[in-house]
């Protein structure tokens, strides 16, 4: 059965090592035939969440407009969402995480399209130790939870910093495998 996947990338570098799996990822479930769109939130503008609970009463999914109020619709209509970011600091980095945050006003304006999707989640770190990539892939499981999203897989890889050392590990065929679950 075909699923419509958005696959949110928080890496601020192009050809960098999260991208490419993601890339990697869109490309093998578009091969299977899913409807998959890829947002690079690092080119987005973004504010953080005003925690204001004004959500929709504009009309809009946010109060402060700017480019997440764009992109809401995609999430909505999404059966899948599919996180791919490094790590920033032991976090996700904040591009991506300002839209996380967003999604609050879902849950704020009654939209019940964004409760029960389907999730995964792709990161990679610079550092050889994979409990570095718990800064990540904790808040991921405990948003899935909340949000009752069924999480269909990680792809988790340490030990990658420079553009291209996903290619000396096997991230990119994980990340591709990965399409074959949903």
């Not at 578009?30 to 609970?53: P, Q, S, Y």
């Not at 304006?109 to 994979?130: M, N, Q, S, V, Y």
Request: hydrophobic residues 45%; aromatic residues 8%.
């Amino acid at each position: 059965m075909s699923k419509k996947i958005l696959v949110l990338t928080g890496s601020a570098r192009k050809e960098g090592n999260s991208n490419r799996m993601a890339r990697a990822f869109a490309a093998a479930a578009e091969a299977r035939g899913h409807e998959v769109k890829l947002i690079d939130t690092a080119k987005l503008k973004l504010n953080f969440c005003h925690a204001c609970e004004t959500c929709y009463k504009t009309g809009k999914p946010c109060s402060f407009d700017d480019d997440f109020n764009t992109i809401a619709d995609d999430i909505l209509a999404a059966d899948a969402l599919v996180f791919s970011t490094p790590v920033y600091w032991y976090s996700v980095p904040s591009q991506l995480k300002a839209v996380v945050d967003k999604m609050f006003s879902f849950v704020i304006g009654g939209r019940d399209g964004f409760f029960g999707k389907e999730c995964a989640l792709i990161t990679c770190c610079e550092e050889e130790d994979p409990a570095i990539l718990d800064g990540v892939r904790i808040p991921f499981e405990r948003t899935a939870d909340l949000n009752k999203w069924t999480v269909v897989g990680e792809v988790l890889v340490p030990g990658v910093l420079a553009v291209g050392d996903i290619d000396k590990t096997d991230g990119i065929a994980r990340a591709a495998a990965l399409a074959e679950k949903f």
